[in-house]
């Protein structure tokens, strides 16, 4: 088996008295898109920051590219590319001026800059907008602009830290179909999100976090067979009924009652639906789909709300 | 060869200069012509009428023009080491930018710090020109006075960097020029000797960095001495930049690499 690209034992961020990351465990593969899934303040972005060697570790063990990010941290940086949460580009200057200094950091010759900033901005799709201020720009631009600009020194690991948060659908799914390509020319890709259709879309493997510690961690298809069941049967009950959860006894693995809707896990939906046809419940409409991450999610790391 | 980190930190600062150089040049160019016109020449004439002259053994202009150029290497380095610091550090967050590239915070702050020096050198450029123009100096005397006003521009630039980088809020920013800078420029010897200054005010200006600014660049401009040996006044100057550069340094660190 390969070596992996980024091992982390007992890893540990502290600030003070508050714990953000509480001795976790993983290692990325090379090749693999990799997945830090949960709510807000579940510890996924101090994660991100110690890998991309700007964020010391406070205890346990981190290597990226076998390298030790307290004692290496430039040459780590040099085969990083970063996507940060805020999309952090210099709106006073142009995309290609952006995209140029940045390139400078990395101390590559101009005339190399110059030819792979053609090469980005049409990955991008940004040829257009090539001398033009980076301020005016859309929200999905300049993201897509962050991330050609995270590219520039054609790194061997992209670090995407919620890449695609407050995009809208078309812009999301323009995104991923650039991420996608990326893994497909071989890019190790690890990203966090809290959207659980990203997370299934994209991650070949996730870890789910909560207060600074890993829920669960394996494929999305591996955590919904393992947390889940197959399908999920959704009642909407007439407004005003009382839920009483023992008439759907023995219908289903898991029952949650919710205030607006009741679930029902189970691995055969029709099997629950032909159950539920013998009982006469007053049911308003059923829905039946798929399992998916976010049951997972729910499951892991509970309904109340994090803020 | 692979360059410094901090030279293609200065490199980043000159292309983002190239932009928004504008405004910056026009004062650049237009402060010491203005200052000169109305102190120097309107003013001036005053003095030198009065018997002024008589007592600081030159006219008015010739006295005054080193002293400007002290202050105006002042006012750009504060500047520069002010919005720009804060804004790297907070608003635009250039710095956390650059450091997820293989700059370091070290990059960074030496990095600020050449940036400054050619600021500042541009600025002591320009208005020794501006002072042969108006004939208060030779061009080869105009030489020999930027170094000591570039150095005592860095002498602000150091404590000033250290200031800004760990402000958390714009209030912080127009107070230096408030409380600092406008007092300094008053009451250094820009204008008149420090020794027409109340006896208790004198020490104050022995112990900042514009006062030896002046007095090293007003005697090599003039071809007198300076108050204490030259050596002790660029000492002081060396120390301030030395000494800021020192806690700018750590600030960053402690401020960016959390």
């Given at each position: 088996m390969t070596e992996p690209l980024v091992r982390a034992t007992n890893l540990s961020k502290r600030f003070g008295d508050f714990t953000a990351v509480?001795?976790?465990?993983?290692?990325?593969?090379?090749?693999?898109?990799?997945?830090?899934?949960?709510?807000?303040?579940?510890?996924?972005?101090?994660?991100?920051?110690?890998?991309?060697?700007?964020?010391?570790?406070?205890?346990?063990?981190?290597?990226?590219?076998d390298l030790d990010p307290a004692t290496h941290g430039s040459a780590i940086r040099y085969r990083l590319g970063v996507v940060p949460q805020e999309n952090l580009l210099d709106t006073e200057l142009t995309v290609f001026e952006n995209l140029f200094i940045y390139g400078r950091y990395f101390d590559l010759p101009k005339s190399v800059i110059r030819e792979r900033i053609d090469e980005l901005l049409a990955f991008a799709q940004l040829e257009e907008r090539r001398h033009d201020l980076v301020d005016p720009l859309s929200g999905g631009m300049k993201r897509r602009l962050t991330i050609a600009r995270a590219l520039i020194n054609q790194p061997d690991l992209m670090l995407l830290d919620e890449p695609t948060t407050g995009l809208d659908p078309q812009a999301r799914h323009a995104l991923w179909d650039r991420l996608y390509r990326l893994k497909q020319q071989g890019v190790t890709l690890i990203i966090t999100t809290h959207y659980m259709d990203e997370a299934e879309q994209l991650c070949d493997r996730l870890?789910?976090?909560?207060?600074?510690?890993?829920?669960?961690?394996?494929?999305?298809?591996?955590?919904?067979d393992r947390h889940a069941t197959r399908e999920v049967v959704e009642l909407r009950l007439p407004v005003g009924h009382s839920v009483d959860e023992t008439q759907f006894d023995g219908l289903a693995k898991r029952i949650e009652v919710l205030p607006d809707r009741t679930l029902l896990y189970t691995d055969s939906a029709d099997r629950t639906l032909l159950d539920l046809a013998e009982r006469t419940l007053d049911i308003e409409s059923t829905v039946v789909r798929r399992s998916t991450l976010e049951d997972v999610f729910l499951r892991l790391t509970g309904r109340s709300l994090v803020d | 060869m692979a360059a410094p980190g901090s030279a293609l930190v200065v490199e980043r600062n000159a292309r983002v200069y190239r932009r928004t150089w504008r405004g910056s040049v026009i004062s650049t160019f237009l402060n010491p012509i203005l200052y000169l016109l109305a102190m120097g020449l309107g003013l001036g004439s005053l003095v030198d009428d009065g018997g002024?002259?008589?007592?600081?053994?030159?006219?008015?202009?010739?006295?005054?023009?080193?002293?400007?150029?002290?202050?105006?290497?002042?006012?750009?380095?504060?500047?520069?080491?002010?919005?720009?610091?804060?804004?790297?550090?907070?608003?635009?967050?250039?710095?956390?930018?650059?450091?997820?590239?293989?700059?370091?915070?070290?990059?960074?702050?030496?990095?600020?710090?050449?940036?400054?020096?050619?600021?500042?050198?541009?600025?002591?450029?320009?208005?020794?020109?501006?002072?042969?123009?108006?004939?208060?100096?030779?061009?080869?005397?105009?030489?020999?006075?930027?170094?000591?006003?570039?150095?005592?521009?860095?002498?602000?630039?150091?404590?000033?960097?250290?200031?800004?980088?760990?402000l958390e809020n714009e209030t912080g920013l127009s107070a230096v020029f408030r409380f600092v800078i406008t007092p300094l420029f008053l009451f250094s010897g820009t204008f008149f000797p420090i020794e027409q200054l109340p006896d208790w005010m004198e020490p104050v200006a022995y112990v900042t960095p514009l006062w030896?600014?002046?007095?090293?660049?007003?005697?090599?401009?003039?071809?007198?001495?300076?108050?204490?040996?030259?050596?002790?006044?660029?000492?002081?100057?060396?120390?301030?930049?030395?000494?800021?550069?020192?806690?700018a340094d750590r600030f960053f660190h402690r401020r960016l690499v959390v």
């Open positions: 509480d001795s976790i465990d993983f290692a990325v593969r090379p090749g693999e898109v990799f997945g830090f899934l949960g709510p807000n303040g579940a510890g996924k972005s101090s994660t991100m920051k110690m890998i991309g060697a700007v964020s010391p570790v406070t205890s346990g063990e981190l290597s990226v590219f870890v789910i976090m909560d207060k600074g510690q890993i829920a669960a961690e394996g494929s999305p298809r591996y955590l919904i | 002024g002259s008589v007592q600081l053994e030159f006219e008015y202009l010739n006295f005054l023009a080193p002293g400007l150029l002290a202050a105006a290497t002042m006012m750009t380095a504060t500047g520069e080491s002010l919005y720009p610091v804060m804004s790297g550090m907070k608003w635009n967050k250039s710095y956390h930018d650059a450091l997820a590239t293989p700059i370091t915070t070290r990059d960074l702050v030496l990095g600020h710090f050449g940036w400054v020096t050619l600021r500042i050198l541009f600025t002591s450029v320009v208005f020794t020109g501006v002072m042969v123009a108006f004939g208060t100096i030779e061009i080869g005397i105009a030489l020999l006075v930027i170094p000591p006003s570039v150095l005592g521009g860095l002498a602000f630039a150091g404590p000033v960097t250290a200031y800004g980088a760990q030896h600014s002046v007095e090293t660049t007003r005697a090599v401009a003039l071809g007198i001495d300076t108050t204490w040996a030259p050596a002790f006044h660029y000492a002081v100057m060396v120390a301030f930049l030395v000494a800021g550069a020192v806690l």
